[in-house]
């Protein structure tokens, strides 16, 4: 990927998190960027390619940032569980407000690798209960993703320092529950 690419995405996800989905223009993006103007609609032409870069880029760091931990135990898959949220809801809090607004603008095609992305989240956390708890914790997998969807959104738009990692262990040690 080229340099220009690359900061014109870097700038553009920045502008989405920080500012909202309408501050995603190319001539904002090349600010953003300090690219020379005309940088950014050379690499994506209309509004509709930028943003499904955008989407892609997003999809694509998380991949190269999601490093899945092994996680073999219970406190293993809470202190996994707790660190994502902790870096989702701090050092890429911007990124997480992008992906956010992203979803909410894209129609299914064009927000298709960040699905593609919670699916493999998904089938992750799937198999982790499932090895830990067996079938029926593997079950209960949409619910511990949305306790801990629902603590993210929590802390990136009521309380920055909500606890997380209690909350975590109540709804891992419930998914487990016999």
Request: net charge negative.
């Amino acid at each position: 990927m080229s340099n220009t690419r690359r900061r014109a995405l870097q700038a553009a996800v920045e502008l989405v998190g920080g500012e909202g989905i309408r501050a995603l223009t190319h001539g904002r993006v090349d600010a953003a960027a300090a690219l020379p103007p005309g940088s950014t609609s050379n690499h994506f032409r209309t509004r509709t390619a930028l943003v499904t870069g955008v989407i892609e880029w997003i999809a694509a760091e998380e991949r190269t940032d999601a490093g899945m931990p092994r996680i073999d135990t219970r406190d293993d898959l809470i202190a996994g569980l707790t660190r994502m949220i902790d870096v989702q809801s701090g050092p890429q809090a911007l990124r997480t407000r992008a992906r956010y607004a992203l979803f909410l603008e894209a129609d299914a095609q064009t927000a298709q690798p960040l699905l593609e992305q919670r699916t493999a989240f998904e089938s992750w956390v799937r198999g982790i209960l499932h090895d830990l708890g067996g079938p029926s914790a593997g079950e209960q997998t949409g619910f511990l993703m949305a306790t801990a969807d629902g603590l993210l959104l929590h802390r990136m738009t009521v309380d920055p320092d909500a606890p997380v990692e209690a909350v975590i262990a109540r709804a891992v040690d419930a998914a487990l529950a016999p």
